[in-house]
């Protein structure tokens, strides 16, 4: 079994559960691949064979303490690198996350910790959710934003392909700086600093994107 397989599901159901406990469902790992559900079926299969996940039948699978850990240590890889290409080499995040995806299977630990020390991130992940997945204290998801607020973009999570798309159009993602202009049901209304423009982000999209509140 290919390791950057193993990392790639690994890191899907990291990426779009809503919590540890609730299972994501197969279907949801098919469409995010594009894969059948037979083969789909097939890799978790092998994927709980080898103790990385839990299956639950007809509900889908959750992570195991390894597969957890895995998954944190990909995440982590992602987001330095995603972080590096857009702060320091001013790519573009929607290349940079393509980019860091492939990055991501392929740096050492050595090569991971030196980037971190670069970017001024400690060197243990003790909280995943300071480099992984999951969310860190610091940050709130938008729709928590007070109306007036300036705040900068941290990440999109869970990474749903259709979602990223949406928010790539709208231009808020990681990195950029917002003010909220308003809140309501239908959802948040920001002004991106970078490009002066205003966008809407749907409610369906802005509970998915974390920022970090401006002082």
Do not use: N
Request: proline fraction near 7%; charged fraction near 25%; glycine fraction near 8%.
């Amino acid at each position: 079994m290919q390791q950057d397989r193993v990392e790639e599901y690994l890191g899907a159901i990291y990426r779009l559960r809503e919590d540890a406990e609730t299972p994501v469902p197969l279907s949801r790992l098919a469409t995010y691949f594009g894969f059948s559900p037979v083969s789909v079926h097939e890799m978790v299969q092998k994927l709980s064979a080898k103790g990385s996940l839990l299956y639950h039948p007809y509900r889908g699978v959750t992570l195991t303490e390894p597969g957890e850990q895995a998954a944190a240590r990909l995440m982590r890889r992602h987001l330095l690198w995603e972080r590096f290409l857009t702060e320091t080499l001013d790519i573009p995040w929607s290349e940079a996350h393509e980019v860091a995806g492939r990055l991501e299977h392929v740096a050492t630990g050595l090569i991971t910790e030196r980037l971190a020390a670069f970017l001024g991130v400690p060197p243990v992940c003790d909280d995943p959710g300071q480099d992984g997945g999951e969310k860190g204290s610091a940050e709130t998801c938008l729709p928590s934003v007070p109306v007036g607020s300036h705040a900068r973009v941290i990440r999109i999570a869970p990474e749903i392909p259709a979602r990223l798309r949406r928010l790539r159009e709208t231009d808020v993602v990681p990195g950029r700086s917002v003010k909220v202009l308003s809140q309501d049901a239908m959802g948040t209304e920001v002004l991106v600093a970078e490009t002066g423009s205003v966008a809407r982000v749907g409610s369906d999209d802005a509970g998915s994107v974390w920022l970090e509140l401006s002082s």
